[in-house]
């Protein structure tokens, strides 16, 4: 079981970017998928989520109306598209699998190494 994220760097306050989740080893439209991220000396996290089917998504209230969670079973990956960047979004983003839609990081089973999102101008 692998999961490899990536489409993170650094960009400018209001910019956006579009992360990658792309997952091995297990059939993606089985399990929810959850975004976290992390900033060094506090805790993780959770920023959004997406059912197994892709019909119920959950997010964060500091990024609700920013971000969108999608996902693209036949691809085995999901995304997430982050709008209007701010500076205290910047973290390292994670994504993990879950037999369960939440943003609670401890539901989640299996994580990806890591994708370094900055906002900075």
């Known amino acids: 079981v692998q999961l490899v994220e990536s489409g993170g760097g650094l960009v400018q306050p209001g910019g956006s970017l579009r992360l990658s989740c792309e997952v091995h080893?297990?059939?993606?439209?089985?399990?929810?998928i959850g975004w976290f991220r992390q900033v060094a000396g506090k805790e993780r996290e959770g920023v959004s989520c997406?059912?197994?089917?892709?019909?119920?998504?959950f997010y964060a209230d500091s990024v609700k109306g920013r971000f969108t969670i999608s996902r693209d079973n036949a691809k085995n990956t999901v995304y997430l598209q982050m709008n209007s960047l701010k500076p205290e979004d910047t973290a390292v983003y994670y994504c993990?699998?879950?037999?369960?839609?939440?943003?609670?990081?401890?539901?989640?089973?299996?994580w990806g190494q890591g994708t370094q999102v900055t906002v900075s101008s």
């Open positions: 080893g297990f059939r993606l439209d089985l399990y929810a």
């Open positions: 997406i059912g197994a089917s892709g019909g119920a998504t």
């Open positions: 993990a699998s879950s037999g369960v839609a939440s943003i609670e990081a401890v539901h989640y089973d299996y």
